[in-house]
T-cell receptor, first 113, second 115 residues
Framework: AQSVTQLGSHVSVSEGALVLLRCNYS??????LFWYVQYPNQGLQLLLK??????LVKGINGFEAEFKKSETSFHLTKPSAHMSDAAEYFC???????????FGTGTRLTVIP | GAVVSQHPSRVICKSGTSVKIECRSL??????MFWYRQFPKKSLMLMAT?????????EQGVEKDKFLINHASLTLSTLTVTSAHPEDSSFYIC???????????FGPGTRLTVL
């Protein structure tokens, strides 16, 4: 069975500060891992994904995430927060070859000027 | 590219009526479409997976007679909430995927309020 845990339903950072959004997963097989962003009244937009290969994945808008199998983690980071980064972020896992995405409960990022 | 639309964006209906939500892939052919439900401050929960031309596969606990899904073409899937009740009020989101491609592209969602 798969599951995703996002620690912290709300994260606040100052503009220019490091963004760290945490995601831990459980999966019985090698997982595919995703981060999506949702702006108010909009659908989910893919930020980045890990399937195989390099464990440090770079995405759009300066975000990156590192797959750490030993820690079953896939934390999302960005070196310097922008006001436009304020949104809801969802981590998701899919078992290799499977259709389904299992989402975490989301983390709302607030960026303080 | 890879744009998915949903219509309507918001709908309010009376208890007992049926509501149809459309999901369209605007610039690609989606062999598989997914329907999710998002509760306030909760994650997205997969309701069903539909492949073009075949019956939808529903997740455990989702009533297939209540949530009718049709995927008649490669660009359109519909979700009909039949005999809606207030507990069906939620945010419904669809996503679409190309054959052989892992990434799902999400629509903007539909806010359903049942009075």
């Amino acid at each position: 069975a798969q599951s995703v845990t996002q620690l912290g339903s709300h994260v606040s950072v100052s503009e220019g500060a490091l963004v760290l959004l945490r995601c831990n997963y459980s999966s019985s097989v090698p997982p595919y891992l995703f981060w999506y962003v949702q702006y108010p009244n909009q659908g989910l937009q893919l930020l980045l994904k890990y399937t195989t290969g390099a464990t440090l994945v770079k995405g759009i808008n300066g975000f990156e995430a590192e797959f750490k199998k030993s820690e079953t983690s896939f934390h999302l980071t960005k070196p310097s927060a922008h006001m436009s980064d304020a949104a809801e972020y969802f981590c998701a896992v899919s078992e290799t070859g499977a259709n389904n995405l299992f989402f975490g409960t989301g983390t709302r990022l607030t960026v303080i000027p | 590219g890879a744009v998915v639309s949903q219509h309507p964006s918001r709908v309010i209906c009376k208890s007992g009526t049926s509501v149809k939500i459309e999901c369209r892939s605007l610039d690609f052919q989606a062999t598989t479409m997914f329907w999710y439900r998002q509760f306030p401050k909760k994650s997205l929960m997969l309701m069903a997976t539909s492949n073009e031309g075949s019956k939808a596969t529903y997740e455990q606990g989702v009533e297939k007679d209540k949530f009718l899904i049709n995927h008649a073409s490669l660009t359109l899937s519909t979700l009909t909430v039949t005999s809606a009740h207030p507990e069906d009020s939620s945010f419904y989101i669809c996503s679409a995927r190309l054959a052989g491609v892992l990434t799902q592209y999400f629509g903007p969602g539909t806010r359903l309020t049942v009075l």
